[in-house]
């Protein structure tokens, strides 16, 4: 079993939020990962991602949000940062990640 999860999510179809599958492509393009970390394009799998992501130890979200930063800035956020950004619903996708995690 793969220690790390890196996720890509959103919808490519709803223009900035498919940065994460975008994101996760280059990423692939210009790098070889280590075997203990699994690639998945989660796109908008909403709660079928939670066994995926209860399956391992460490998971590495890419996706869009808004941080009131410049758009297309990196924004890089732990365990202890991302519940702020829950209050709200971060993505059109019918069930997001908040209702995932």
């Known amino acids: 079993m793969a ?3 890196l996720l890509g999510l959103g919808n490519p179809l709803m223009g900035d939020d498919g940065i ?3 994101a996760l492509a280059q990423l ?7 075997p203990e970390v699994e690639v998945m394009d989660g796109g908008t799998w909403g709660m079928n991602l939670l066994p995926v992501i209860e399956s391992h130890r460490q ?5 869009a949000i808004n941080t009131g930063v410049a758009p297309g800035s990196l924004v890089e956020l732990g365990r202890d940062g991302l519940p702020r950004y ?3 619903k ?3 996708h019918q ?4 209702e995932v995690l």
């Open 28 to 34: 692939l393009a210009q790098h070889e990962l280590p």
């Open 90 to 92: 971060l993505s059109p």
């Open 20 to 22: 994460g599958l975008a």
């Open 59 to 63: 998971v590495v979200l890419l996706d």
């Open 86 to 88: 829950f209050q709200h």
């Open 95 to 98: 069930i997001d990640l908040r």
């Open 3 to 5: 220690r790390t999860l």
